[in-house]
């Protein structure tokens, strides 16, 4: 367990949410010294796969070093996407560091079920709705992601899925 003496010193600045924190720090014996605040996700961020990206504050800073207030916005579209499991294209609002990390997971399916971003909102649902689909086909005994072929009286194949 990590010295107290450490957290003690950040109490001056914000007393009342690192009295909080230290509280939290206590029972839950978290090792790391650098849990001071907890951050909540905006509205806006918690509607699609913005995976841990939100509105950020900060400062344009000029030529002349008079600083003004902007905001600083995930980079975020409309996408549809396809989902293997499900077997159809699903419309997301979606930031361009999500597309990045769903392509490295190996596709939305695996996005969804394994990342730990995805809590609430529409990609929620649809990790919802994987879920459900892939407890009914273990129920009938069938592998979700099993290449199903279909063939004709013939015995070629007509369809692979």
Request: aromatic share 8%.
């Amino acid at each position: 367990m990590m010295p107290m003496k450490l957290f003690n010193n950040a109490i001056g600045k914000f007393d009342i949410l690192n009295k909080l924190s230290l509280n939290l720090y206590k029972n839950l014996e978290i090792t790391s010294p650098f849990f001071v605040s907890i951050r909540s996700a905006s509205n806006r961020s918690k509607r699609g796969l913005y995976d841990g990206r939100d509105v950020r504050t900060g400062n344009n800073v000029p030529f002349s070093l008079k600083k003004t207030k902007r905001k600083f916005k995930p980079n975020v579209f409309t996408k549809r996407l396809y989902s293997e499991i499900l077997d159809e294209m699903i419309r997301f609002h979606v930031t361009a560091g999500a597309l990045r990390t769903i392509d490295k997971m190996g596709g939305l399916d695996e996005y969804l079920l394994k990342s730990e971003k995805v809590t609430q909102g529409e990609g929620w649902r649809v990790k919802h709705r994987l879920l459900q689909k892939i407890e009914n086909c273990e129920k009938k005994g069938i592998n979700v992601l099993d290449e199903v072929v279909f063939r004709d009286e013939k015995g070629n194949v007509k369809k692979v899925l």
